[in-house]
């Protein structure tokens, strides 16, 4: 059975950080590109980062230069570092992991909420 579990989110004010985690099981990590999303209360899901296995990333601008995403296939984690939050950052982020040779594959977390408020 294969799961993603987020964790690490919560509230802070902004200009703070918070560093959520996405532990993968069931899956070899190393066969997935993974990625975060966030969905703001009223609006639709949003891509925010994406990381391939060699470790290279990707970000929606409005993160680049305050997020960082990392992996560890070793030990089947990935993270999100959020620096300098702003409260349009808040939302549920969601871990997705797809594989892209077949079988293909395209697995979500439950989502983790984020908070930034005074």
């Known amino acids: 059975q294969v799961q993603l579990v987020e964790s690490g989110g919560g509230l802070v004010q902004p200009g703070g950080s918070l560093r959520l985690s996405c532990a993968a099981s069931g899956i070899i990590l190393s066969s997935y590109v993974m990625a975060w999303h966030r969905q703001a209360p009223g609006k639709r899901r949003e891509w925010v980062a994406s990381i391939i296995n060699d470790g290279s990333t990707n970000y929606t601008d409005s993160v680049k230069g305050r997020f960082t995403m990392s992996r560890d296939n070793a030990k089947n984690l990935v993270y999100l570092q959020m620096n300098n939050l702003a409260p349009e950052d808040t939302g549920v982020y969601y871990c997705?992991?797809?594989?892209?040779?077949?079988?293909?594959?395209?697995?979500w977390g439950q989502g983790t909420q984020v908070i930034v408020s005074s």
């Open positions: 997705n992991g797809v594989r892209r040779t077949w079988p293909t594959r395209d697995y």
